[in-house]
């Protein structure tokens, strides 16, 4: 299983970061990133703009399917500095909840959901399953099962935009391919 970040949206303080769309920039970035794909795919994604964007770059001419269980953290919509974010996004993975955020079980539940309802069709056809998202929500997803290394904040502010992790399911290990 392959798991994508979105690569770099056009961010704007006046929208809810969940209906950014991707930077145009950012396109080239995400079409790279076929190279660390096995084909055939079964992509799915966030029904948000920059992950939907990011993971059509990626397939191509393939259809990309949308869950909402691959959302980002449900958060309200409060602009932060890149400091304040990142400082709350931190304390967010380290198992804090700030005021309003998505409680991580919920994250959790939501996001298994949808990766086990995807990866049941995806090997029924045979297919990797590319699932198209963010980091803070299949970072908590992948720390309530799997060893992140150092740690799922150090894992979190170590991930790009674009990235790719690939989730070896049978030795349970997790790994970044883009870095």
Known sequence: MIIVRHARPAVDPE??????????????????LRLHISHPAYYVSSTEPKAVQTMQEIAGAQHVLTDAGLAEVHRPHVWFSDEGYHA?????????????????????????????????????????????????APTVWMASRYRLDPDPAAFWSELRFPDVVEIDLVNERVSCLTH
Not at 20 to 28: E, G, N
Request: aromatic share 8%; hydrophobic share 55%; glycine share 8%.
């Open 88 to 136: 709350a996004a931190l304390a967010y993975v380290g198992g804090a909840c700030p005021e309003g955020w998505e409680p991580q079980a919920e994250v959790v539940a939501r996001f298994d959901a949808a990766v086990v309802r995807h990866a049941a069709a995806a090997a029924a056809q045979g297919r990797t399953l590319i699932i198209g998202t963010h980091g803070l």
């Open 15 to 32: 929208i809810p970061a969940d209906r950014w769309p991707l930077a145009w920039d950012s396109r080239v970035a995400a079409r790279l």
